[in-house]
């Protein structure tokens, strides 16, 4: 109810304008400074945890972005990373050579020490037992959460490991290297399972599918490469940006994958067949990091000019990318959405402005639901 909700709003943002315009899908967007170096969602989505350039960092309401904690110099550098485990008792942010754990108010409950250069990337395994972090060597950390220890240094990169995941099932690791290969680790034994080739520049992040079928290589070749794991075959290799590929998030359903790029854009990816969905091109900025919230229905960005965005992945999107010929001759034959007609007064203009935005929602509703039946009900 709550997405028809946002997105009949936005059809009666867009419906004075002309057919041939693009929509804007931003939900939410405010600029920050200090400027925001890391952001990551809660489990259940209620919490969005920013992390800022100088070294504090936020829990923001994913909506509004109204804070309801601040902690000020959590760390003497940019915080790299932000995440909280399923259970959501703790917080942890990576900044400088240390990963530190707070409490949900705030208070300083442990500090990781192992790294000895500056921390890169963080994440918690989805049962909390585990996390991994990278910094700027050839070896990664896998560490045991609770009892704040090193459980395993994984060695196995020639060149600097920058990024590093665990599967959603708790049984892989997915590490990728300056150079230029994405290795996959099982989490319990801790051993080499395989390495993959094909990028050919440094590697910045990697994301494994929530069904742990698929790895997602985001490099300095401004594309992104996504391998079948237990196949150790390449499937895609997505281009579209045109500069290097600092993140990637595959969406809670797995389907699709959002690249962020320092061309100041992000492209909405179909990861199962490597269409390309849609471009966001509305940013100031390079853009230093993006996650989907849990429900799939929104994502967010962060900048290098300090804006945080909030997406709407909105059904229109998709009717654009396949039903677009179609879609727009449907609308072109119906005069109720003509721009504003000579002689219309301003109160029969508005009230066809609302007749339009109900019949344009119908009408994408239609086409969407013709798409999700074509791709086995896709999100």
């Known amino acids: 109810m709550k997405r028809s909700i946002l997105f009949l709003a936005a059809l009666l943002a867009l419906s004075s304008a002309s057919i041939s315009q693009v929509p804007t899908y931003i939900l939410q967007r405010k600029a920050f400074n200090p400027v925001i170096s890391a952001i990551n969602l809660s489990p259940d989505g209620k919490l969005l945890l920013a992390g800022f350039a100088d070294g504090s960092f936020r829990v923001l309401d994913p909506e509004s972005f109204q804070p309801s904690l601040e902690v000020k110099e959590a760390h003497t550098k940019p915080v790299t990373a932000m995440d909280m485990p399923p259970k959501m008792d703790f917080i942890m942010s990576a900044g400088s050579k240390q990963i530190k754990v707070w409490g949900r108010d705030g208070k300083l409950k442990g500090i990781f020490n192992g790294h000895s250069t500056t921390i890169w990337n963080a994440d918690i395994s989805q049962n909390g037992k585990h996390a991994v972090s990278t910094a700027f060597n050839k070896t990664f950390l896998l560490w045991d959460v609770y009892k704040g220890t090193v459980a395993a240094h994984l060695r196995g990169h020639e060149d600097v490991c920058l990024t590093a995941c665990i599967s959603e099932d708790n049984k892989l690791i997915a590490s990728g290297s300056n150079d230029m290969t994405v290795k996959i680790w099982d989490l319990e034994s801790r051993e080499l399972l395989t390495t993959l080739h094909g990028p050919t520049a440094d590697i910045y992040d990697v994301a494994i599918s929530p069904d742990s079928r698929l790895v997602a290589a985001a490099s300095a070749e401004k594309s992104i490469r996504i391998y079948n794991i237990k196949e150790e075959k390449l499937i895609h290799i997505l281009k579209g940006h045109r ?137």
């Open 243 to 379: 500069a290097v590929v600092r993140k990637v998030d595959f969406s809670p359903g797995g389907r699709y994958l959002v690249s962020a790029s320092e061309d100041n854009s992000l492209i909405l990816w179909d990861a199962q067949t490597g269409d390309k969905i849609h471009p966001f091109t509305e940013n100031d900025g390079a853009i230093l990091d993006v996650k989907f919230h849990p429900d799939g229905t929104s994502f967010y960005s962060v900048s290098s000019q300090g804006e945080l965005t909030r997406w709407e992945v909105n059904p229109e999107i998709f009717v654009l990318r396949y039903y677009d010929t179609p879609y727009r001759e449907e609308l072109s034959a119906d005069p109720v959405f003509e721009e504003k007609r000579k002689g219309e007064s301003k109160k029969d203009y508005q009230l066809r402005q609302q007749e339009a935005a109900t019949k344009r929602s119908q009408i994408i509703d239609r086409y969407y639901q013709q798409y999700l039946q074509e791709n086995e009900n896709a999100p």
